[in-house]
């Protein structure tokens, strides 16, 4: 059965604990900590599990996503080789994926290789190939075109 509360943090990238009640009180499920422990010892307060979700889910976005920055060929044929690709997509404008194992949440790191320049970014897992290529075109350039 899913959890209806919790004890987090604001602004954390994780829940401290689920909330279960026991003889009335709300308690750690875990650490047993009641209210006020759980306060003092970690700043986490009693919040629904849903908004202690949706308030995660924005700090892990704002601790994670980063922009795509360009990389080397090498570094793009490193990450393919590393782990097995998710999403791997290859048309006659690009080719993207993102690494199968993801950092946090949904967040993965994407790769692109556009027009002989790679790039890599971190975006949610569900970004898809068009909407990573279109990224990477408004992304500036920062090494060298091949020759």
């Not at 590393?82 to 006659?92: E, I």
Request: net charge negative.
């Amino acid at each position: 059965m899913m959890p209806t509360h919790c004890f987090y943090e604001p602004g954390a990238t994780n829940i401290q604990d689920i909330a279960v009640k026991r003889n009335g009180a709300w308690r750690g499920g875990y650490s047993g900590d009641t209210e006020a422990e759980m306060l003092e010892r970690a700043g986490a307060v009693l919040v629904p599990w849903d908004d202690a979700f949706e308030a995660m889910t924005a700090a892990q976005r704002a601790a994670h996503v980063k922009p795509p920055i360009q990389i080397t060929r090498e570094q793009f044929f490193e990450a393919l080789g590393a782990l097995p690709p998710c999403r791997w997509t290859q048309t006659h404008e690009a080719e993207s994926f993102h690494i199968s194992e993801l950092l946090t949440g949904d967040l993965a790191s994407w790769y692109v290789w556009l027009d002989d320049t790679f790039w890599a970014f971190t975006e949610t897992q569900f970004f898809g190939h068009d909407r990573a290529v279109a990224l990477v075109k408004k992304a500036p350039l920062t090494l060298p075109r091949p020759s």
